[in-house]
């Protein structure tokens, strides 16, 4: 009996550590761009640095803005399309009171531009968590029971409505802001220099970061948000207000794409109505990236998306270039959709029966 049970387990045992085709290709597409890394590592060190650099600060800018479709996913399962442009709105609120209403114009020192930059934050940061809780508020909570198609094709809708807004409110074209960071070099790794204006970006996205981890792991609010994320039923039977808890989850997500707009705008130095449904689209690839509704696994997914579009606009060998950034990020997200469709830190979780 004992040999007979043996004989019929190896075959099974044979099976389990057998690799699939998929994941083969997996590998290989990996061991293909790890090879490509280490040579251009090898050949140019210093280049590399300072793109690696430049992709963690970029990095951080998706990470607000994919934390915000990952804390709405996980309290709700919506992919909330609106949200890159309610960050867009947000930089264009930065771009008005930095440039219109405080008249900063780049060069002027810290004691200046600081106080300014600082109250910009807080005012982008109230509107887009005010818009994102008023879209909530009316465009899907009466659509709360509805089929899941109904609020997503709301969302997509949205979106086009604050496009629209937005052409209305600056016109087509690119609005301007000035150069308000200082760009100094903080510190100097042979050739590679970092910049003032590139760590500014980290000094504000990790406070932020750090911010949300507290309130979701530690507060009475953040308990709330969690409950109502496993089960809304069961949260409501506990005494928890459900839907003051879903509007607070969008105000808290929108605040994060209003510092996002305000980091963005001060970076890279414009913005267009466009820019939010791509920056948007690149952020929600961060965030399947990393597992959707994981909020570690949103900063992961966004650092990576941000250090593989600085490789591949920056880096000089055999780089397909920046015309080719869109397509490489939205192939990695089929990737991740076929290989690994709970993303790098989510957890695969078994479908009903």
Not at 183 to 211: E, M
């Amino acid at each position: 009996m004992a040999s007979h049970a043996t004989s019929e387990e190896r075959p099974l045992t044979r099976l389990r550590y057998r690799p699939s085709v998929m994941s083969v290709v997996g590998l290989v597409l990996v061991g293909l761009l790890l090879f490509w890394l280490a040579v251009n590592l090898v050949k140019t060190p210093s280049d590399f640095l300072e793109i690696f650099l430049i992709g963690i600060t970029v990095g951080a800018i998706y990470a607000l803005v994919a934390l915000g479709y990952t804390l709405v996913y996980g309290i709700l399962e919506l992919i909330n399309f609106a949200h890159g442009d309610v960050f867009m709105l947000g930089a264009m609120m930065a771009a008005t009171f930095t440039t219109s209403v405080f008249g900063l114009k780049g060069g002027e020192s810290a004691s200046k531009w600081l106080p300014l930059v600082l109250v910009t934050l807080v005012v982008c940061v109230a509107f887009c968590g005010t818009l994102n809780a008023t879209i909530e508020f009316l465009a899907y909570r009466p659509l709360r029971g509805a089929p899941r198609l109904a609020p997503l094709i709301t969302a997509i809708g949205m979106s086009f409505i604050l496009q629209n807004i937005a052409i209305a409110w600056k016109g087509s074209n690119y609005v301007p802001v000035p150069s308000i960071l200082p760009r100094g070099d903080v510190f100097s790794i042979g050739s590679a220099d970092y910049q003032w204006n590139k760590l500014i970006v980290i000094l504000v996205t990790l406070p932020l970061l750090v911010l949300l981890v507290w309130l979701v792991q530690k507060t009475k609010q953040g308990k709330a948000m969690r409950a109502t994320a496993q089960d809304k039923d069961a949260a409501a039977m506990m005494g928890i207000n459900v839907n003051r808890t879903i509007s607070f989850t969008f105000l808290i997500a929108g605040g994060l794409a209003g510092a996002a707009g305000l980091l963005y705008a001060l970076y890279v130095t414009n913005v267009r109505w466009d820019q939010g449904f791509q920056l948007g689209l690149i952020a929600f690839t961060a965030a399947v990236l990393g597992g959707i509704g994981n909020l570690p696994g949103a900063v992961l997914g966004a650092v990576i998306i941000g250090l593989i579009q600085a490789f591949n606009e920056g880096l000089g060998w055999h780089s397909p270039g920046s015309d080719w950034t869109q397509s490489i990020v939205f192939s990695i997200l089929i990737l991740i959709l076929v290989f690994r469709p709970e993303g790098l830190l989510g957890e695969r979780t078994p479908e009903g029966g």
